[in-house]
């Protein structure tokens, strides 16, 4: 296509004039001037491809205008980088990337607007396109394309050819604005938001444009960055503005008090002081001097007050070198003397006597407070009362903080619980803790729910011998849906140490761990967490528990004060004991299995094999041997080769009513055909069922594998039933055997447990009718002392049942006194 000049458009290349255009960043691009034509010439026309084609992209629509923006900027920045790393270090000479129309173009472009202005769009489109074509970094195109769509009433459209223009050449903050403006007329706030942040780039002073931005942030809810915006608009506007910048620093101060940013809402204001201290009011310095206070800054504080106040003010500091610094520091501030106006707002008096109490010049104190106390009625300034009294408190000054506090607790506006608790907290403080108590008993009777009230008064009564009343303090009302954690923990402590009240401290102590373990109310429900293997899956048994399980009462939330882990760990423990030794082994048994799925209690592997072996022997102890045989079994399947697992496998078979354990030792014997446990129980299994051939032939194999005392001793005592059975063959040899067989049980057993070895030979010839046998080493062993097994001798002592059984010989033989005189002399207590 050719232009009314009959100009043939060429491409643009860079020869040896440099074109200067306003850069796409805020700095200029250095370049190497001595570049060969041809590597510039590849340069801009790949630059030129990449512009297109994301401009092409913004506008069929497959970019957002955020993404055409950042896809812009970064773009901008590689070439940015690309052309600093080829700059020489010591060249002067500068150009920038090239976006200005080269002469042949220009004609081109005049003809387009001229055509556009006579409303000959078509043919301004053309050229528009063919300039855009070949030189796709120029902003005039766009611009001229933006004002046509304006003008067929397709607004979005000349938005986005506009935005593209801007974005060629964004270094003018009206075109920003602008576009801004036309944004918010299409309803397009972050775009809009966008728009502005450009012109507050590139015209950091202009005020009307940071305040348009803040407050569509604000509309968009994005207070984090509305904040920022308005701090901002403190650092970059001029001083000009001062009242503006005041304003603004207020409102980012706030804004950054309730996000609890209390740093940062300190420097706006310490920003906008110092930028325009002219037009600082005293509402500027009462929001100030508060920041300063909550920062504990106090002597920057009292600077304030005194350079915006006229408050005349003496001090003194002490000077000393810091050695290992080797600068002067202050040691010690003193103010001697304070000179107040008259005139001085009340919240600012007020502020400088909690500054001068905070920097410990007490002797200033009554010269403050008396006027304060004279003008200001505390029906209507208590709160002011109120921060005096903090300060007070907080420095230990509790008598001068208790005559504040009575004028507060006696008045009809402010007697309220937080006062009546900061009085508590001073009479405590003072050692009045009668007075103090009554004073805690008011704020719970005015906020029944207040915790801290609670646990003090608690605390105070404990101390004062009245532990009954101290429980009473803690018992919140279950009427009321919710209970506080930590005043439920801190009842069972108390609970705990009275032992006449365990019942109580077993239900609250239930009722505390009920947050994590749920309530087994039924046997059934024990089943699924004994059968089921794995802390995960007796959770999900628990979950189905809790959802098929509905249990009356009042919820226990979580409150300020919590137990830790380890704090219920041991309220837990402390509650299986009390259970235990109440002998109330059922609820030993629903603790324990509640226990089992709790995430708190099992949060280590010591604790997670704690509460198992709490749950077997609450079994045991409840004679509830299915469940228990259920977790025995996994434990010795987890650990194959523990004795301890065995024994407590053993010992849950004592009351078992089943024969599950029979089929599971023959499974497990089949795969582990020496195991020494598994060989006892089976040959133990077949003892009991009178299969005593098949009980002597596992004892012998397990005999020849290791030798000992128990082995020896089941082998006599098999032998010597087989002998005691009617049809038996060859009972002579069975005896002598049974007998030979126990003198190897006697060297086993060695010279120490004598006692025990002459009882159970005297047991042997009792049961085969050799009496006079059976007597002799009867009494042989009533002469012999039980082992002392660490000072526990008695326990081992046999000397009872020997006694019984030379009872029964000397009964059935007719010698009733020889009888008596045993169980006189050795069973009647």
């Known amino acids: 296509m050719k232009a009314e000049n009959d100009e043939e458009p060429v491409s643009p290349k860079a020869s040896e004039m440099e074109v200067e255009s306003e850069s796409f960043s805020d700095e200029e691009v250095d370049e190497d001037v001595s570049m060969s034509e041809g590597e510039d010439d590849g340069q801009f026309e790949t630059i030129n491809e990449t512009y297109k084609e994301k401009a092409n992209k913004f506008l069929d629509g497959s970019l957002s205008f955020h993404e055409y923006e950042a896809a812009i900027e970064e773009k901008t920045q590689e070439d940015d980088g690309e052309s600093s790393e080829r700059r020489p270090s010591t060249s002067d000479r500068r150009r920038r990337v090239k976006r200005s129309l080269p002469p042949a173009l220009?004609?081109?472009?005049?003809?387009?607007?001229?055509c556009f202005a006579k409303g000959e769009y078509d043919s301004a489109l053309e050229m528009c396109l063919e300039i855009i074509r070949q030189v796709p970094t120029a902003p005039e195109p766009y611009q001229t394309l933006a004002e046509m769509y304006d003008e067929k009433g397709m607004k979005e459209k000349g938005l986005q050819f506009a935005v593209i223009a801007a974005h060629l050449d964004p270094r003018h903050p009206e075109q920003w604005i602008h576009l801004g403006e036309r944004s918010l007329q299409l309803n397009k706030i972050s775009e809009a938001i966008t728009c502005y942040s450009k012109a507050v780039k590139y015209d950091p002073a202009n005020i009307n444009a940071h305040i348009i931005r803040a407050q569509l942030l604000e509309q968009k809810g994005d207070r984090k960055a509305a904040?920022?915006?308005?701090?901002?608009?403190?650092?970059?506007?001029?001083?000009?503005?001062?009242?503006?910048?005041?304003?603004?620093?207020?409102?980012?101060?706030?804004?950054?008090?309730?996000?609890?940013?209390?740093?940062?809402?300190?420097?706006?204001?310490?920003?906008?002081?110092?930028?325009?201290p002219n037009y600082v009011g005293l509402d500027d310095v009462n929001l100030y001097v508060e920041l300063l206070m909550t920062l504990k800054d106090y002597i920057k504080a009292l600077e304030i007050i005194a350079k915006y106040c006229d408050v005349k003010i003496e001090a003194e500091e002490d000077i000393v070198a810091d050695n290992?610094?080797?600068?002067?520091?202050?040691?010690?501030?003193?103010?001697?003397?304070?000179?107040?106006?008259?005139?001085?707002?009340?919240?600012?008096?007020?502020?400088?006597?909690?500054?001068?109490?905070?920097?410990?010049?007490?002797?200033?104190?009554?010269?403050?407070?008396?006027p304060f106390l004279e003008v200001e009625n505390v029906e209507q300034s208590g709160d002011l009362y109120i921060d005096v009294v903090e300060a007070l408190m907080s420095e230990g000054m509790?008598?001068?903080?208790?005559?504040?506090?009575?004028?507060?607790?006696?008045?009809?506006?402010?007697s309220l619980p937080a006062v009546w608790l900061n009085y508590a907290e001073c009479l405590r403080s003072l050692g009045k803790l009668e007075e103090a108590v009554n004073a805690y008993l008011m704020v719970m009777q005015q906020a029944p729910k207040?915790?801290?009230?609670?646990?003090?008064?608690?605390?105070?009564?404990?101390?004062?011998?009245?532990?009954?009343?101290?429980?009473?303090?803690?018992?919140?009302?279950?009427?009321?849906?919710?209970?506080?954690?930590?005043?439920?923990?801190?009842?069972?402590?108390?609970?705990?140490?009275?032992?006449?009240?365990?019942?109580?401290?077993?239900?609250?102590?239930?009722?505390?761990?009920?947050?994590?373990?749920?309530?087994?109310?039924?046997?059934?429900?024990?089943?699924?967490?004994?059968?089921?293997?794995?802390?995960?899956?007796?959770?999900e048994a628990l979950r189905k528990i809790s959802e098929v399980t509905t249990?009356?009462?009042?919820?226990?939330?979580?409150?300020?004060?919590?137990?830790?882990?380890?704090?219920?760990?041991?309220?837990?423990?402390?509650?299986?004991?009390?259970?235990?030794?109440?002998?109330?082994?059922?609820?030993?048994?629903?603790?324990?299995?509640?226990?089992?799925?709790?995430?708190?209690?099992?949060?280590?592997?010591?604790?997670?094999?704690?509460?198992?072996?709490?749950?077997?022997?609450?079994?045991?102890?409840?004679?509830?041997?299915?469940?228990?045989?259920?977790?025995?079994?996994?434990?010795?399947?987890?650990?194959?080769?523990?004795?301890?697992?065995?024994?407590?496998?053993n010992v849950m078979l004592f009351d078992a009513d089943d024969a599950r354990h029979h089929k599971f030792i023959m499974r497990q014997l089949s795969k582990k055909q020496t195991h020494p446990a598994l060989t006892m129980l089976h040959a133990n299994n077949c003892f009991m069922t009178g299969t005593y051939k098949y009980a002597l032939s596992e004892y012998m194999s397990a005999y020849r594998q290791e030798p000992s005392a128990l082995l020896a001793f089941m082998i006599s005592v098999t032998l010597l039933q087989m002998a005691c059975q009617k049809f038996a063959d060859k009972k002579n040899s069975l005896i002598t055997q049974s007998i030979a067989f126990l003198w190897e049980y006697k060297e086993f057993r060695g010279a120490k447990n004598l006692q025990e070895v002459h009882y159970n030979m005297g047991r042997l010839f009792h049961q085969l009718g050799l009496l006079p046998i059976a007597l002799f080493n009867y009494k042989k062993a009533l002469e012999i002392k039980p082992p002392d097994m660490d000072g526990l001798g008695e326990l081992f002592d046999l000397k009872r049942e020997i006694a019984f059984n030379i009872a029964l010989i000397y009964q059935s033989s007719g010698s009733l006194k020889l009888a008596r005189h045993y169980i006189e002399k050795y069973i009647v207590v």
Not at 239 to 266: D, M, R, W
Not at 398 to 414: D, F, T
Not at 612 to 630: E, M, P
């Open 106 to 114: 220009l004609g081109l472009m005049g003809q387009a607007n001229i």
């Open 227 to 276: 904040i920022k915006a308005y701090h901002k608009l403190v650092e970059s506007v001029k001083p000009e503005c001062g009242s503006k910048i005041l304003e603004f620093a207020k409102v980012a101060a706030q804004y950054y008090h309730e996000a609890n940013e209390i740093t940062k809402a300190k420097e706006v204001m310490e920003l906008a002081f110092s930028k325009v």
């Open 324 to 370: 290992s610094t080797n600068q002067l520091m202050c040691s010690s501030f003193r103010i001697l003397s304070c000179d107040i106006p008259q005139e001085t707002p009340i919240q600012i008096h007020v502020k400088l006597i909690v500054v001068i109490i905070h920097l410990k010049s007490c002797h200033l104190l009554g010269t403050l407070l008396t």
């Open 398 to 414: 509790h008598i001068e903080a208790l005559k504040l506090l009575k004028l507060l607790v006696e008045s009809q506006n402010y």
């Open 450 to 539: 207040h915790i801290e009230a609670r646990l003090r008064v608690s605390e105070l009564l404990n101390e004062l011998g009245r532990s009954d009343e101290a429980i009473s303090a803690l018992t919140q009302d279950p009427d009321s849906g919710s209970l506080d954690a930590g005043l439920v923990y801190e009842r069972c402590m108390l609970l705990k140490e009275n032992h006449e009240r365990s019942d109580e401290f077993l239900a609250v102590g239930r009722l505390l761990l009920s947050r994590h373990c749920v309530k087994i109310m039924k046997r059934s429900e024990l089943r699924p967490l004994s059968q089921l293997k794995g802390f995960v899956r007796k959770q």
């Open 551 to 649: 249990v009356s009462g009042p919820e226990v939330i979580e409150g300020k004060r919590l137990p830790t882990a380890d704090e219920e760990w041991e309220l837990f423990l402390a509650l299986c004991r009390t259970a235990f030794k109440t002998k109330q082994f059922a609820l030993l048994q629903r603790l324990a299995f509640s226990a089992l799925g709790s995430s708190v209690l099992n949060n280590t592997e010591k604790k997670e094999s704690d509460v198992f072996i709490i749950a077997i022997l609450s079994c045991f102890f409840n004679k509830d041997s299915f469940h228990g045989y259920n977790l025995a079994r996994d434990m010795i399947l987890n650990d194959n080769y523990n004795p301890k697992a065995w024994n407590i496998f």
